[in-house]
């Protein structure tokens, strides 16, 4: 199925009547009254959510809408709105089982017939796929890049937020340090602080509401070792305590609370890709180096994911299909893998589905729209 995130009529909701409720909650405390200060509060606020209905049944109905449909639900009210924004309610649908599980992929967008590009120019975009709906969507362009995005640009997502950073200027291949988020829930992209320095080819990972980036290099092809996390929601970016060593072209992935900067290589290695990894413990904000967790020599750039005894994996060889421009996006219960068999192919998306003890099911090919088969450059995880 393919959708443009733009229209509620397009989504239909599954049979509620087999799922377990959610956990019972104060509904008019949960939306009300935790995130929102008293002078902003109206009348409208006090009234029902759906007339006729008790609130707990109507919060309930609410929590069961399609990601796709909240924009359109946030104009019914000001307490539909305010809920629909409120981190505690994406929490809340998050632990009732009706959050979705998405990939999104910096993609290259059809080429226009009329185009006065050269035809090894393309522009890309941002493709949002849903593996259990088979849902394609293409995202509104970010206002500042209306003609496509910068190359090589980098995503983090967490909490219903996709983060779009750095990448270089199409025109002058120039470091950009732009920020951007898009919020789910009203489908709008809005500026964030910009990052603290040049860099590119850098580390990315999400957790709770925050986005760690590490390593990679600066302006001057000077391989880095230092490290930012960016909080979403206070719009603030924090200098974090530096690796033990430089990361050029590092893979960065969480394992539980844990941010993992796998191999990279140092300015005088240029391509001697380590076998080393730096962790970051989010709670302490302490690294420690761990020995022998990847192939020396070989490049981790968006192809590997946790596999079994939490080893890391090069999911890019699972598939013979996929020769170039290999590209992985782990959700947790499946990974996708996506590439071409040849430069300027078609991509192919292949799905595998991981049981509880973390075993890969056959991998499955999944057919794209003609829309959304170009090359994809890097994805990541969002939970919407």
């Known amino acids: 199925m393919t959708l443009r995130l733009q229209s509620a ?46 609130e707990e ?8 809408m399609h990601y796709g449909v909240h924009d359109a639900a946030s104009h019914v009210c000001q307490r539909w709105r305010r809920m629909l924004e409120c981190r505690d309610f994406y929490y809340h649908r998050k632990r009732s089982g009706f ?3 998405c990939a999104c992929f910096v993609q290259s967008l059809p080429v226009v017939a009329d185009s006065s590009k050269p035809e090894n120019q393309f522009n890309l975009g941002l493709t949002v796929f849903e593996p259990v709906s088979e849902i394609w969507a293409r995202l509104d362009s970010v206002p500042k890049y209306p003609n496509g995005l910068p190359m090589f640009c980098q995503l983090g ?13 199409r025109e002058s291949w120039a470091p950009m340090r732009d920020v951007f988020v898009y919020d789910f829930s009203t489908r709008r992209w809005t500026g964030g602080v910009d990052m603290p320095s040049n860099r590119s080819f850098f580390a990315v990972g999400a957790c709770d509401g925050k986005v760690y980036v590490a390593g990679g290099h600066d302006e001057g092809k000077n391989a880095l070792k230092s490290a930012w996390v960016y ?15 430089e990361r050029d072209e590092c893979e960065g992935v969480f394992v539980g609370s844990e941010f993992w900067v796998v191999s990279g290589y140092e300015t005088e290695s240029q391509g001697r ?8 413990e989010t709670t302490t904000g302490t690294w420690r180096r761990v020995e022998s967790v990847w192939g020396i020599g070989r490049c981790p750039r968006a192809c590997f994911t946790v596999g079994q005894n939490g080893s890391f994996d090069c999911r890019g060889d699972s598939d013979t299909t996929i020769q170039v421009g290999a590209c992985v996006v782990d959700l947790g ?31 499955v090919k999944v057919n ?5 088969s170009g090359f994809v450059q890097s994805g990541c995880f969002v939970e919407i």
Request: with cysteine; glycine share 6%.
């Open 57 to 64: 049944i109507a919060l309930e109905c609410i929590t069961r």
């Open 231 to 245: 909080d979403i929601a206070a719009d603030k970016w924090t200098m974090l305590a530096p690796m033990s060593e």
């Open 157 to 169: 997502g967490s909490e219903g937020k996709l983060v779009l950073m750095g990448g270089w200027d």
């Open 9 to 54: 009529s397009c989504y239909c909701l599954r049979d509620v009547s087999k799922l377990s409720p959610p956990p019972r909650i104060n509904v008019r405390s949960f939306y009300i009254f935790s995130d929102f200060p008293s002078t902003s509060i109206n009348m409208e606020d006090y009234t029902d959510l759906v007339p006729g209905l008790p």
């Open 273 to 280: 890709f380590k076998s080393t990894a730096d962790v970051l």
């Open 99 to 101: 959050t979705r599980k």
């Open 368 to 372: 794209a729209p003609d829309e959304f």
């Open 333 to 363: 219960d499946r990974t996708i893998i996506t590439g071409s068999s040849y430069p300027g192919g078609p991509q192919t998306f292949i799905v595998a589905e991981i049981d509880e003890q973390g075993e890969s099911s056959k991998p």
